[in-house]
């Protein structure tokens, strides 16, 4: 079922059509702003997909559970409160995406969400310190759009997410990031520190010289590291082959290059560590999506005797 029209879901929220409800799949949901809360979710007992934007629902108790709580594998909701996934798990959501999400104050520790089957997962804030609250162990995509206004405010919320404190829950930790904000080099890389299982990074900065040489030679350490974790030790090195060494930030700077071409509004950087393994390359180019001089990252990590 798909509704844009308000009169049409008011219509249908009365209680004589909750058995319209309880047969739904697939429920889509766009209108516009909401001023009455309708009560639907308690009537949903099969529903898997759920796209959702300008929905506006009442708070829900954490018991008696809702059923779509074990049956949804793909939710994305927009403008939506996510006081009803507090304290609950769902069991089999595969996807989860959540944009400009209401009423985050709920999210307070100890009222965490659990995502046990979640592989990919977007969130799309002004603020993204709650980040930690999720529990996703078999997350493999991330995406995670910050609309922050300046570096000082990005750096503090990123620190939030990937901290490395003692007390803090077990941090998210993606294969694949999508990170769209404005923060510090140093924040950034204190990060990319905490990710041992990161292989691709995207990142959305403003200009294509705003990340500096620490910057990429702190990452290429962190792909060297990430190399000699992945190299099976069962394989021995020839005798004749020099031993790998890890590359400095003037070793990596000498290896580093740019290029802008004002006509097809394309960057690129290369990093090199002078033929030692593993290499890491990074491509950037001009996206333009949510700024006009917006430029997308890919890094990847890579092994030269592959290429």
Known sequence: MELSSLSAIHYLAQPNF??????????????????????????LERLETLEAHHLRLPSYP????????????????KLVSVQRMVGRTFANMEECTLIRPCSLETLAPGGGVDLPTCTQFTYDSHTIDVLPNFRIPKLDTLTVRNDVWNKVRGSTQLAAVW????????????RVLHLDTQCNDQH??????????????????VRPDGLGKVFFGAL????????RRSHSP??????????????????TATGFAMG?????????????????KPALRCRVLNSGQRRTSQTSV??????????
Do not use: H, W
Request: hydrophobic share 35%; aromatic share 4%; proline share 8%.
């Open 18 to 43: 909750a058995t319209i409800f309880r047969r739904l799949i697939t429920f889509k949901v766009d209108v516009p702003e909401m001023r009455t809360e309708v009560d639907i979710l308690a009537s």
């Open 62 to 77: 954490i018991k008696p559970d809702l059923s779509l709580v074990r049956t949804l594998r793909r939710m994305k909701i």
């Open 163 to 174: 901290s490395g404190a003692e007390s803090q829950v077990t941090p998210l930790r993606p």
């Open 188 to 205: 950034l890389i204190n990060a990319l520190g905490m990710l041992p299982e990161l292989e691709e990074l995207y990142l959305g900065v």
């Open 220 to 227: 290429c350490s962190l792909g060297a590291k990430k190399g």
């Open 234 to 251: 069962s394989a021995p090195a020839p005798s004749n082959s020099a031993p790998t060494s890890e590359p400095s930030v003037s070793e």
């Open 260 to 276: 802008n071409t004002t006509k097809s509004r394309r960057s690129c950087m290369k990093l090199s560590n002078r033929g030692r």
């Open 298 to 307: 890919r890094l990847s990590f890579v092994d030269p005797r592959r290429t």
